[in-house]
């Protein structure tokens, strides 16, 4: 059974940093593309970056990018959201995302790509 669980989420402060972990089970990430997403209640789960099983290739939502930096250890089975520059915007639960898709090392930007999701963490930041 596949398994992603995410970590990291907490109320921080306007300018503030965090990290967000996503550790998988049942699966070897290696080979998988996989990306975070975040949702408000209410509003569609968007899209927030995303990493290609080699981590050759990645891409962010414009509304993140130079502040939010994707990355992954298929060693450890493991993908990361460092999250810097935080501001009230980015209050969200955010969700990892693995893609069964492809084997070939890509970026996906749809949530309908994604075949794995996790439970989400919430992450808040106050003004």
């Known amino acids: 059974q596949v398994q992603l669980v995410e970590s990291g989420g907490r109320l921080v402060e306007r300018g503030g940093s965090l990290s967000l972990s996503c550790v998988a089970s049942g699966i070897d990430i290696g080979g998988y593309n996989m990306g975070w997403f975040r949702q408000i209640p209410g509003k569609e789960r968007e899209y927030v970056a995303a990493?290609?099983?080699?981590?050759?290739?990645?891409r962010y939502a414009d509304s993140v990018k130079g502040r939010f930096t994707i990355s992954r250890d298929n060693a450890k089975n493991t993908m990361y959201l460092q999250m810097n520059s935080l501001n009230p915007d980015d209050t969200a639960r955010y969700y990892c995302?693995?893609?069964?898709?492809?084997?070939?090392?890509?970026?996906?930007?749809?949530?309908?790509?994604?075949?794995?999701w996790g439970q989400g963490t919430q992450v808040t930041v106050s003004s």
């Open positions: 990493i290609s099983w080699t981590s050759d290739t990645i």
């Open positions: 995302a693995l893609s069964r898709k492809s084997s070939l090392p890509r970026v996906f930007f749809s949530k309908d790509e994604y075949d794995y």
